[in-house]
């Protein structure tokens, strides 16, 4: 009888550990490789490691000028925070690089999107009206680790906004794989 809850008792763990790897490697394996545009951003945390941050535009949003199918009608800065956002993806002219085409609360259907979590929200300037709102968007794709001492170029590079992130999306989950420097 001991040695069964013994056994439990170490299982669940590992299963558990295990299970956090599903996703991950659902989305390397099945998931449909993308290219998103960054935005520059200068890193504020020297402290943290060799990393390189990363800023796109679908980051930040303006609730007047989106078009964001599923919002509730009455919503302020609090009852949004934490809210779940779809940004619905598509290749632009070229098909190499893909953009965002929308917006939705609802989980979409079919078609390639990135689920992300509202941080935050905040009032443009002084404006009392709730449309003003600007979203602040986390996808989990904000940060590429890299070589130690190795981020010289990659770092200024992001900094002027022509880095390239290529992508696996999977069912909302993304996974950055590779920085391409544009000349």
Avoid: W
């Avoid at 609730?63 to 619905?88: F, M, Q, V, W």
């Avoid at 190499?96 to 609360?105: A, D, E, L, N, R």
């Avoid at 590079?157 to 989950?173: D, E, I, P, R």
Wanted: hydrophobic share 40%; no cysteine.
């Amino acid at each position: 009888m001991n040695n069964k809850f013994l056994l439990a008792a170490l299982l669940v763990p590992v299963l558990f550990l295990l299970g956090l790897t599903i996703k991950p490697l659902m989305t390397i394996q099945f998931g449909e490789t993308i290219q998103l545009q960054t935005q520059p951003v200068d890193p504020t945390d020297l402290f943290r490691g060799d990393y390189i941050d990363l800023f796109y535009d679908m980051n930040q949003l303006e609730i007047k000028e989106s078009n964001i199918t599923g919002l509730p009608s009455k919503y302020t800065e609090e009852s949004l925070r934490g809210e779940t956002i779809y940004a619905l993806l598509t290749p632009t002219v070229n098909e190499k690089i893909y953009q965002v085409s929308g917006y939705t609360m609802n989980p979409p259907k079919n078609g390639l999107y990135l689920k992300g979590t509202i941080q935050y929200a905040y009032l443009k300037g002084l404006s009392p009206s709730k449309d003003d709102l600007i979203l602040n968007i986390d996808f989990g794709i904000d940060r590429y680790f890299i070589e130690e001492n190795g981020g010289a170029d990659l770092n200024l590079a992001t900094q002027s906004g022509k880095v390239l992130v290529t992508l696996k999306v999977y069912k909302g989950f993304g996974i950055v794989t590779d920085l391409e420097i544009q000349k």
